[in-house]
């Protein structure tokens, strides 16, 4: 498997536009994950699902986030309007269970918001 | 509060220079601690579940034990190779993960 597939890899946007990241889990991962990581703040929980079902949002930072899983190989997550506090690293990670030794990450999207 | 605390925040050691790495937790009820690794530009990559006060895991340079409010990643002999940021997570008993800020190390040949 080629492992979890993230786009862009890089991105770099004027405030207030809007940014839509992508995610492909590993083929028969149950659960996903997004996360974002900052010097400050390390790595966050944003939002997980479970057979394509949204299970935690409860760290997603405000309704400017949203994520969708429409099916089984791909998920969503847009930033409508973008803030330059949004500059980070958002990772996608697969697992098999919610077992933090099963869990594979992407290789992120490096989100630059000007 | 849930928390997970990492020191140093980075650290330079000669190759074959051995040393730890901290990392100390304060959760409500521990399902797990796990120790990952992060290269430049990649995802973290799991190294180590523990499980249990006492509990340790070796492989190659790398030994992690846990006690009830610590981990600690040990670095025998490091080689070059070995630089890269060292994460630590816990995993509470209600499912929630918390990762620390990570320790970057870095092994100077």
């Known amino acids: 498997d080629a492992g979890v597939i993230q786009s862009p890899r890089h991105e770099v946007t004027e405030m207030g536009q809007e940014v839509t990241l992508r995610c492909k889990p590993i083929s028969g991962h149950d659960y996903l994950f997004w996360y974002r990581q900052t010097m400050m703040r390390g790595l966050e929980l944003l939002i997980y699902f479970n057979n394509n079902v949204p299970i935690d949002d409860s760290g997603m930072p405000e309704d400017r986030f949203s994520a969708k899983m429409p099916n089984a190989s791909f998920s969503t997550l847009k930033i409508q309007p973008s803030e330059p506090r949004d500059s980070a690293v958002y990772f996608c990670?697969?697992?098999?269970?919610?077992?933090?030794?099963?869990?594979?990450f992407g290789e992120g999207s490096w989100l630059t918001v000007v | 509060e849930d928390q997970v605390t990492q020191s140093p925040e980075a650290l330079r050691l000669q190759e074959g220079e051995s040393s730890s790495l901290n990392c100390s937790y304060t959760v409500s009820g521990l399902r797990g601690l796990f120790w990952y690794r992060q290269d430049p530009g990649k995802g973290p990559e799991f190294l180590f579940t523990?499980?249990?006060a006492g509990e340790e895991k070796e492989k190659e340079r790398l030994k992690a034990t846990l006690t009830k409010k610590e981990s600690f990643l040990h670095i025998t002999a490091p080689k070059p190779e070995d630089s890269a940021t060292y994460l630590c997570a816990v995993q509470a008993t209600g499912n929630q993960f918390y990762f620390g800020t990570g320790t970057s190390l870095t092994v100077i040949p």
């Open positions: 523990l499980y249990s």
């Open positions: 990670a697969s697992s098999l269970t919610l077992s933090g030794n099963t869990i594979y």
